[in-house]
Nanobody, 126 residues
Framework: QVQLQESGPGLVKSSQTLSLTCTVS??????????WGWFRQAPGKDREFVAS????????AAGDAVRGRVTISRDDAKNTVYLGLVNLKPEDTAVYYC?????????????????WGQGTQVTVSS
């Protein structure tokens, strides 16, 4: 059974840099077949695509709200996916979720993403 566990600092200040970690168990991210991604959900809002990294090519994509500020990477040896977000803003406050796709497909919508972590709260103070 695939399990994803997010971790992060919880509270950060505006303009600082956020680093989140997604530790994967029950699957090997070195299997170059699935896409891995991050979404976030602020109170009262829909879950929003943040970034993804493709299965084999390692190419990445970023959501509109964070493009230019976000990086996504993976460490196959540690079975871990990372998210970095610079120049934080209060509107980045949300629960951040790590996710894996059903196959090599990725999307800014929820459709292909079938495994989810429980999420980690990130609060950006001004």
């Amino acid at each position: 059974q695939v399990q994803l566990q997010e971790s992060g600092p919880g509270l950060v200040k505006s303009s600082q840099t956020l680093s989140l970690t997604c530790t994967v168990s029950g699957d090997s991210i070195a299997t170059n077949y699935y896409a891995w991604g991050w979404f976030r959900q602020a109170p009262g809002k829909d879950r929003e695509f943040v970034a993804s990294i493709s299965a084999a090519s390692r190419s990445s994509a970023a959501g509109d709200a964070v493009r230019g500020r976000v990086t996504i990477s993976r460490d196959d040896a540690k079975n871990t996916v990372y998210l970095g977000l610079v120049n934080l803003k209060p509107e980045d406050t949300a629960v951040y979720y790590c996710t894996r796709s059903r196959d090599s497909t990725w999307s800014v919508t929820l459709g292909p993403w079938i495994y989810w972590g429980q999420g980690t709260q990130v609060t950006v103070s001004s």
